[in-house]
């Protein structure tokens, strides 16, 4: 099966279901992709960047300090913490932003929680000069400090979104509105593999980076395949980057850690645990939904965690079984924290922190010969405020 089918499906999941007035728009996109999909010196000039600006490949780090304590399976470390601005996000910014200048579009709009993603739009903009607004929930505005003054300083405005729940949802909602208002001029550059087709096929295309080298990496460098593959799960991309390339690997099995939330809060984002099938910003998913359909608030204690629907790739490979996706509360997140920045000295972003924590009972399970690969998605720096605050240090 292709996936996804010609109308953006991941069997029944994702698909476009958006306004009249952005559906050109997303044809246009659509048929731009294809074209740089085919093009050579589209994906050559990409790699370029990927390398010698970004900071690609990363290395693949055996965690042998972390796999001793744990004592059990053997764990294995993706570094996309040490891309150019910190996280993985950077990856697909690039993609689309040669995406945009080869449309002729001028000015970029894109939402952020965490911020990471919102400082690699503001980053590849400076790079090739578009315009830049990053809409941001002012919740998320007050726990990433450091991220907005980021974003700022490379030249982007950003603008506070002060309704709802004042983080992701409201954000991608608003970034929406902009470009159904400005849609002749404006490339709308989403973060994750979410929203109407093809945004969670091209956003998995370029974040398939990680996988790809990850799978040469691990055979190099311990003669098979992993057995695991576990990554956060917010929307998605750093996930489904690292998971798509094995799809055939059925052998390899995945699995995606969602936000639980404050532990007995009943709130969280695990959409994938907890969530029911509808449709959110343009795609059929499983979403956090009340008995009437209404979109639930959420809250994680890692920003970009914190949103009520996820990626359709993810939701299908959760019906088909190819994967299976847990939730881990905010306390065992920062735990997850402590625990690779004293064994490894590597503090981790709180979204990768929730896989590191489940990680830390799962690994013990195994045999020692079993080898789990992990994605660390992002550095720690953005989340010290919030670290510090949590942990009393």
Known sequence: MKLPDERGYFG??????????IIPALEELEKAFGAAEASPSFWEELQDLLQNYAGRPTPLYFAKRLSNQLGGARIAIKREDLLHTGAHKINNTLGQGLLAR????????????????????????????????????????????????RMKLL???????????????????EAIRDWVTNV???????????????????????QSVIGKEVKEQVL???????????????????????????????????????????K???????????????VLHGAKTYLLQDKYGQIEDTYSIAPGLDYPGVGPEHSYYKETGRAEYVA?????????????????????ALEPAHAIAFVKNFASSLPQDKLIVISLSGRGDKDIDIIARELGL
């Open 184 to 206: 002749r001029d404006t490339y709308y550059l989403l973060g994750s593999s979410v929203g109407p087709h093809p945004y969670p096929f091209m956003v998995r295309e370029f």
């Open 102 to 149: 080869m449309m002729g579009k001028k000015r970029i709009i894109a939402e952020t929680g965490a911020g990471q993603h919102g400082v690699a739009v503001a980053t590849v903009c400076a790079l090739f000069g578009f315009e830049c607004v990053v809409y941001m929930g002012s919740e998320d505005i007050s726990r990433q400090g450091l991220n907005v003054s």
């Open 155 to 173: 030249g982007a405005e950003v603008r506070a979104v002060d309704f709802g729940s004042r983080t992701l949802k409201e954000a991608v909602s």
């Open 220 to 262: 190099k460098e311990f003669g098979c395949l992993p057995d695991y593959l576990i990554a956060c799960v917010g929307g998605g991309s750093n996930a489904i980057g690292l998971f798509h390339p094995f799809f055939k690997d059925k052998e390899v099995k995945f699995i995606g850690v969602e936000a639980g939330g404050r």
């Open 12 to 21: 029944k999941f994702g698909g476009r279901f958006s306004p009249e007035v």
């Open 264 to 278: 007995f809060s009943g709130k969280g984002a695990a959409s994938l645990c907890q969530g029911r099938v509808g």
């Open 328 to 348: 881990i509360a905010d306390e065992e997140a920062l735990e997850g924290v402590k625990l690779l920045s004293t064994t490894e000295g590597i503090i981790p």
